[in-house]
């Protein structure tokens, strides 16, 4: 399976600041995600990434709050805006297959005070 | 209503004896199944894909599935503490490659 890298592993950050998160896969991938898991929950798809066009985003999530790029088939960015405490969480990336099975990396740790 | 239930945990089961887990699934319209374990700390880990009715043995791990029931196990013999984790069912609906998570379940395995 792909090698999947984030960045930043882990941030505190000030509220009403932004801050974007890098996903960079090893090998060139149709399928990315974006997913949410807050602390005791289970993962939450916010967005799927979409190369070369505008990410499709889940009811509840909007792009002006999770814009997200997808500059090419091995990299993606997920920014969390105008962050709030609520936003703490950890932020996940997966790349899928043909056979719909996805793979994550390493999530990013983000507490907003 | 959740699209995909599993059975509330924690789930504490001695070391040697077999953990069972369920999950069930509101879309009948379902393709894929996945178990994925988590460890604390840690993202989630792929650990059985299914996409037919029966069984999957992969090692110490067996997937069953039932689609008429909506419906999905996975078994762990020979249960190690090694396997205390949370265990996350996904499934695949009708939209190319999105996955639903259930809520998980925790496992502890005791010595």
């Known amino acids: 399976s792909a090698v999947i890298s984030q960045k930043p592993s882990r941030d505190i950050c000030q509220r009403g600041t932004s801050l974007t998160i890098q996903c960079q896969v090893d090998?060139?991938?149709?399928?990315m995600f974006w997913y949410r898991q807050q602390p005791g929950q289970s993962l939450t798809l916010i967005a799927t990434?979409?190369?070369?066009?505008?990410?499709?985003?889940e009811s509840g999530f909007v792009i002006d709050k999770f814009p997200i790029s997808r500059p090419n088939l091995t990299f993606s960015t997920l920014t969390v805006s105008n962050m709030s405490p609520e936003d703490s969480s950890i932020y996940l990336c997966?790349?899928?297959?043909?056979?719909?099975?996805?793979?994550f990396g390493p999530g990013t740790r983000l507490t907003v005070l | 209503q959740k699209e995909v239930e599993q059975n509330s945990g924690p789930l504490s089961v001695p070391e040697g004896a077999i953990a069972s887990l369920n999950c069930t699934y509101s879309?009948?319209?379902?393709?894929?199944f996945f178990w994925y374990r988590q460890y604390s700390g840690k993202s989630p880990e792929l650990i059985m894909s299914?996409?037919?009715?029966g069984d999957k043995e992969d090692g110490r791990f067996t997937a069953q599935l039932n689609k008429a029931s909506q419906y999905v196990s996975l078994l762990i013999r020979d249960s190690q503490p090694s396997d205390s984790a949370t265990y996350l069912c996904?499934?695949?609906?009708?939209?190319?490659?999105?996955?639903?998570f259930g809520q998980g379940t925790i496992l502890t395995v005791h010595p």
């Open positions: 299914i996409y037919s009715n």
């Open positions: 879309d009948r319209g379902s393709q894929s």
């Open positions: 996904a499934v695949g609906g009708t939209s190319y490659g999105k996955l639903t």
């Open positions: 990434a979409n190369q070369g066009s505008e990410a499709t985003y």
């Open positions: 090998s060139q991938v149709t399928m």
């Open positions: 997966s790349v899928g297959n043909q056979g719909n099975e996805q793979f």
